[in-house]
């Protein structure tokens, strides 16, 4: 862990010396106005915090310390993480270092998978995945040594030793959970020669014969690593980790976040949509019926899953990612193509649906990840949270080793009553 810990310093240094610049020039400097609309709409658009792992660009995407989708996408978790940690790739020794130090964490302890057995069998994937890392609280490193009075300027150096803790146990945990749940419940143990995403494809047990889905696994864990600090599960985490509360409080907190219907759902919400058209025409529904369909979803009032963004406005770059892989390995599976008329018939569409009023019709990552998913046999649709989980946990923890590292405080913003809003109104 040297390596890394190192380039971590050193990356902290560097943010705190612009913070402390930034500070003393421009502490009073209006970054933008409050409106009425940000209190009542959920804040959203409100630049409210700083987030230096990650930023999308309306236009672009999503940029890592910098990096593009099109210049991360090929990368495998592991070098995501340390990108998101120290702003860069790791070089072939830092990577080996890593590796090595997340295979000797790997291991679950047992009484977790007593814990998760006793659950009754309805229980949700993404509930045990939650209480499987909350469960490990009593693990943390940093919670021992805060009690034992570490100085603040080390709390960053034990929120990352509990951070690989952490992200060691990802793939064995969700794998447990879904053998529990889905298959015959006997656990595959973790390789130390592999790495996550292919210790997560072997654990699993699902389709170790085409080596495609264990690129799907890697392309999968990549793109959803980490979007800027604001969303809801990025955000519960750094809120939560800002009263010290140590990286598997945190975690879980966020995961519970990510659990929501607008959030982390949203995959499956679009698969859904998917096999209702299957339902309604077959599986080789033509674009035409596709078409129809989308519009007669409009008419009834309802949206279509996975089109629009609230911050992008142009095609998600994850999912022209996953379009490509689509391209490359399943082109003839039933659901990609399905996807693929749906890009086609949906923009044009929502472009012109009553007067263009849509601010973003093109499709997100959610349009097509749980699509691709399916196809490689993962069937049961509760489980693809969990993969998102996995996922954007590395941001997690990345976002708040560097907050403890730059001595942030606790998010606390101040609320109003609607008399209190009445008063600041009043006049205008």
């Avoid at 015959?184 to 080596?211: S, Y």
């Amino acid at each position: 862990m040297k390596q890394l810990e190192a380039k971590v310093n050193r990356r902290i240094t560097n943010l705190c010396k612009e913070i402390t610049q930034i500070y003393e020039s421009h502490q009073d400097h209006v970054i933008g106005k409050i409106t009425v609309k940000h209190l009542l709409g959920g804040m959203r658009g409100l630049k409210a915090m700083v987030c230096n792992t990650s930023f999308v660009d309306p236009h672009q995407g999503l940029f890592i310390s910098g990096y593009s989708v099109a210049e991360f996408e090929a990368k495998t978790p592991e070098e995501i993480f340390f990108l998101l940690c120290t702003g860069e790739f790791p070089n072939d020794s830092e990577l080996s270092e890593l590796k090595e130090e997340l295979a000797e964490r790997a291991e679950v302890p047992a009484y977790v998978w007593t814990m998760l057995k006793s659950l009754p069998q309805e229980t949700h994937p993404m509930t045990m995945f939650s209480m499987g890392i909350l469960a490990m609280e009593g693990e943390s490193v940093f919670k021992k040594k805060y009690l034992a009075g570490i100085p603040k300027s080390d709390y960053w150096k034990y929120t990352l030793k509990d951070s690989l803790n952490l992200i060691a146990k990802l793939p064995s945990l969700a794998a447990g959970i879904y053998k529990i749940l889905f298959m015959n419940g006997r656990l595959i143990p973790p390789d130390a020669e592999l790495d996550m995403a292919g210790n997560l494809t072997k654990m699993l047990g699902i389709n170790n014969k085409d080596k495609s889905f264990a690129d799907l696994i890697r392309l999968y864990l990549v793109l959803h690593c980490d979007h800027e600090g604001g969303n809801v599960s990025a955000f519960t985490a750094r809120v939560v980790n800002s009263a010290l509360s140590n990286i598997f409080y945190a975690t879980s907190a966020g995961l519970n976040g990510l659990a929501g219907p607008l959030h982390g759902l949203a995959n499956q919400v679009c698969l859904h949509f998917i096999t209702r058209i299957h339902d309604q025409f077959g599986l080789d529904a033509s674009k035409e019926e596709v078409h129809l369909f989308v519009l007669d979803t409009l008419n009834s009032g309802n949206v279509i899953p996975g089109y629009g963004h609230a911050v992008l406005r142009e095609t998600d770059p994850r999912f022209t990612a996953f379009m490509r892989f689509g391209e490359n390995h399943c082109s003839d599976s039933p659901y990609f193509k399905t996807v693929k008329k749906l890009f086609e018939v949906t923009p044009p569409i929502l472009k012109n649906y009553k007067g263009g009023k849509i601010a973003n019709p093109w499709p997100n990552v959610d349009a097509i990840s749980g699509s691709l998913l399916y196809h490689y046999g993962m069937t049961h649709y509760d489980f693809y949270t969990v993969m998102f989980g996995i996922s954007r946990t590395l941001g997690f923890c990345a976002q708040n080793i560097i907050a403890r590292g730059l001595n942030q405080p606790i998010i606390r913003p101040k609320s109003i009553t609607n008399q209190g809003l009445k008063g600041l109104t009043k006049g205008l």
